[in-house]
C-alpha cells in the first residue's frame, strides 16, 4: 500500500476549495427550498449524483464492485445518506443557513466521540476531550438560544440539524468499521447516492407539493449541487483522504462552518449576533483540538 504524504501546496488549495464548496452549499439548499419541496429536491440531487458518479467511474475503467459481505453494509450507507440529507433539506426549511451551519458541522464532535469507544487507535487525549467540551457547548447554547428571532430560529428545524450530524457521524462509523472499508471510496459514493434516490423521492409524497414558487434559476442550482457538489466536491474529499495524511486533511473541516456562516450572512441577508460569533467559534476551536496531532 502507498504510504500517504504530507500534506502540500495542491493539497491545500484542494482542501480549501473543497470546504468552500461544502459551506455555501447550505445557502445553495435554501435557495432551493424556495422552489421545491426540500425532500423532493434532495431526492433530484441524489438521482442526478448517482448517474454521474456511475459515468466518472466507468470512464476511468472502474468496475462497479458488489463483492460478497458488502452489500449489506452498502444499503445501510446509503439508508444513512438518505437520512442525513432529509434532515439537513428540512433544517434548512426551518431555520437559518448560519444556525444550521453551526449544529450541523459539528459532526467531527460526535465522530471523535464515538470513535472513542469504537475504533482502536482512536482514544480521546486531554486536548481532544477539551476540544469536544467546547464545541459540545457550542452546540448546545446554539440549540437553546433562540436568539431573539422567532420564525427564523425554530427549534425543531436546530434538532433536525444535529440529527443530520449524527447520521452523518453513523455513516463515516460504517464506512470504517464494515466490509466496506475495503472498497474504493468511489464506490462508498456510488452506494450513498443510489440507494437514498429512491428513499427521498418515495419519502417526499409525504411532504407535501413537490413544486412551490419554481423559476428557472431554481434548476440550476438542482443541477449545481449535482455536478459540483456530489459528483466534484464528495469525490475530491475522498480522493484527498486516500492521498494524505488524515489528520491535516480532516483540520480542515474547521473551515466549513466558518464559510457557510458567513454565506447565510452574505448571501442570505442572515442576521449574524455577536452570541452566535461566539457559538461558532466553540465549534470551531474544539474541532481544531480534535483533529490536532498529538505529540510523539
Do not use: C
Not at 500534506?7 to 480549501?16: A, E, K, R, W, Y
Amino acid at each position: 500500500m502507498e504510504e500517504k504524504r504530507n500534506l502540500d501546496g495542491f493539497g491545500v488549495v484542494l482542501l480549501v476549495l473543497a470546504a468552500t464548496v461544502m459551506g455555501t452549499n447550505q445557502a445553495i439548499i435554501k435557495l432551493v427550498n424556495d422552489g421545491l419541496q426540500p425532500v423532493f429536491a434532495a431526492g433530484l440531487r441524489s438521482a442526478g449524483g448517482t448517474l454521474l458518479v456511475l459515468g466518472w467511474m466507468l470512464m476511468r475503467g472502474q468496475r462497479l464492485d458488489f463483492r460478497p459481505g458488502t452489500i449489506r453494509a452498502g444499503l445501510l450507507i446509503g439508508s444513512l445518506f438518505g437520512l442525513e440529507f432529509l434532515l439537513l433539506f428540512l433544517a434548512l426549511d426551518m431555520t437559518t443557513v448560519i444556525r444550521t451551519s453551526v449544529i450541523f458541522y459539528s459532526m467531527p464532535v460526535w465522530l471523535a466521540g464515538a470513535a472513542h469507544f469504537l475504533l482502536p487507535g482512536e482514544r480521546l487525549t486531554a486536548a481532544k476531550a477539551l476540544g469536544l467540551a467546547l464545541a459540545f457547548a457550542g452546540v448546545v447554547w446554539a440549540i437553546v438560544d433562540r436568539g431573539g428571532v422567532a420564525g427564523e430560529a425554530s427549534l425543531l428545524g436546530d434538532l433536525f440539524a444535529l440529527g443530520a450530524a449524527l447520521a452523518w457521524m453513523m455513516l463515516v462509523l460504517v464506512a470504517r468499521m464494515s466490509p466496506l472499508r475495503v472498497v474504493s471510496s468511489n464506490m462508498q459514493i456510488f452506494w450513498q447516492v443510489l440507494i437514498s434516490t429512491p428513499l427521498l423521492l418515495g419519502a417526499s409524497v409525504f411532504f407535501g407539493p413537490w413544486v412551490r414558487d419554481f423559476e428557472p434559476v431554481h434548476l440550476f442550482w438542482v443541477g449545481y449541487q449535482m455536478v459540483v457538489v456530489v459528483a466534484v466536491g464528495f469525490l475530491v474529499w475522498f480522493w484527498l483522504l486516500n492521498r494524505y495524511k488524515a489528520a491535516p486533511v480532516a483540520s480542515f473541516s474547521f473551515l466549513s462552518p466558518v464559510i457557510g456562516v458567513a454565506a447565510g450572512w452574505l448571501f442570505l441577508d442572515e442576521p449574524l449576533t455577536a452570541s452566535l460569533v461566539v457559538k461558532l467559534a466553540l465549534v470551531a476551536v474544539g474541532i481544531v483540538l480534535i483533529n490536532r496531532p498529538a505529540r510523539r
